[in-house]
């Protein structure tokens, strides 16, 4: 990855299920930080997709009397379909059903082969049928012989399979764990692997015969690549990596390593143990960091369609056409389970949130600036100043403090601690109110002769907003766009890092009244 390049991924999403919360989080959590990195003309790449090989597709279409490329390409459209909806910006949406996807699969795993990482074995042991992972009788014992995530009991399973000598890459995975502790994050994930590393690593299977729908084994038709392994090879794959001649990589292989990929952790196995080793046994460089996010559960239980708490896509329309798009990114990046512990969606708390943070401070502020400024200055910015005004005038240094919002916010982006960015201009915001009432200019405004007090005042109150909803605008674009087309900026200079410095508002700018988040009353509909 070149110093401007920024690779950021979700991890690719089944398509044997519909879309729901779980994978509008994750592509939201990537989408801010894409938004953010381009803020700051890093060079970005953002990869999401689908998932579409596998016995449980395979399984559905034939239960439906379709193919499994139809149902594929049914429910794939539906996936794609969300990031248009909720203004996703991905730059790709690789399908594992692709043909350069498929033809750059079976060149790593030939390499693999060639290379005597991969060997024909027998497995005996356990299967989980609803992730498609095999469990030692080890592991297995530990789960109680049931799947981690459904529940459902572990079958015992006996195939001939091509292996992966996972085996082989113990020491080299431990150094990297002690080397890069960043590797994997949040930390409790981390020593959640570095207990499974402790138990000892057994080499993994990464063919199946019992089940035709997938990649064919390269020289074996009886096989066909686990579908495990044919998904993770799609953060390699989209880059071209494992084809020099094609296109992508011409244009798309400098942003390898990744920067992020961003998982939930029911899959951090794959990705954090399985992935880097597969990267190793093929010379290739390993991403820089797997974040590992934890669950949604709903009012309080874990979500379930029985119990009608499933945040589905029907639900989540439901709260963007009431509250807007901004409030539901916000409350799944500032509310969600971003960290070890899993997180509630509850209706009556996005409620409150929406309220506390975008009406009464975000919205509120706004407001209460430009609705000023149009009083008292017929909506014409009045008050820049120079030297050291501003320590007359409530004895707040403005852009000493937005320089350190900018800095706390560019710190905890570049580690994917998208609660702490947001933070940093929502103190900003609160600091300004705080600011008003203790310089209250509706007083000074009495006072002819505290006019020029008064604009510039208002000058450093309506500029710190500018830089701290410019810091926002990653995470709620649509009005901060509003906000700043109504005091003057352009579309193109809002995406200029320049003017995250202070002084980027002119005297003389008309600023219009703002109104950007209105009340919304609580109903049993949400």
Known sequence: MSDEARYITTPIYYVNDRPHIGHVYTTTLCDVYARAMRMQNFDVFF??????HGVKVEQSAIAKGVTPQAL?????????????????????????????????????????LESGDVYLGTFEGWYD??????????????????????????????????????????QALE??????????????????????????????????????????????EAHVIYVWIDALFNYITALGLGDHECEWYKHR?????????????????????????????????????????SFWISEGRKMSKSLGNFIDLEKIESYVNQYGSDAWRYYLVTQGPLGATDADFAAEKFHDIYNAHLVNTIGNCT?????????????????????????????????????????????????????????APMDLIRDVDLFINDTAPFKLAKDETKHGELGAILYQCLETLRIATLLLKPLLPEKMNEFHQAIGLTDDARVEMRLLDWGGLNTGTTIEKVALYPRVELTATT
Not at 80 to 106: P, W
């Open 47 to 52: 990869l999401t997709g689908t998932d579409e």
């Open 72 to 112: 594929a390409d049914e429910n794939s459209a539906e996936f794609r379909s969300i990031m248009g909806s909720f203004d996703l910006t991905n730059d790709d949406f690789i399908r594992t059903t692709d043909e350069a996807h498929t033809k750059q699969v079976q060149r790593f795993v030939e390499k693999l």
């Open 129 to 170: 049928e609803g992730q498609e992972e095999y469990h030692t009788e080890t592991n297995a014992k530990e789960l109680d012989y049931k799947s981690p995530v459904s529940g459902k009991p572990l079958v015992r399973a006996t195939e001939q399979n091509y292996y992966f000598k996972l085996s082989k890459y113990q």
């Open 175 to 220: 150094e990297l764990y002690q080397s890069n502790p960043d590797f994997v994050r949040p930390e409790s994930r981390r020593n959640e692997m570095l207990g499974r590393l402790r138990e000892g690593l057994q080499d993994v299977p990464i063919s199946r015969t019992n089940f035709t729908w997938g990649i064919e084994m390269p020289g074996d």
């Open 253 to 293: 292989n400098h942003y390898w390593p990744a920067a992020y990929h961003i998982v939930g952790k029911e899959i951090l196995w794959f990705h954090s143990i399985i992935w880097p080793a597969v990267l190793m046994a093929l010379n290739i460089p390993l991403p820089k960091c797997v974040y590992a996010h």
């Open 367 to 423: 407001s209460r600036v430009t609705a000023m400024i149009q009083k008292y200055f017929d909506g014409e910015l009045q008050g820049e100043f120079n030297g050291d005004d501003r320590y007359e005038l409530g004895g707040v240094d403005w852009p000493t403090r937005c320089a350190d919002a900018v800095n706390r916010w560019k710190e905890a982006l570049d580690n994917f601690e998208l609660v702490k960015a947001v933070n």
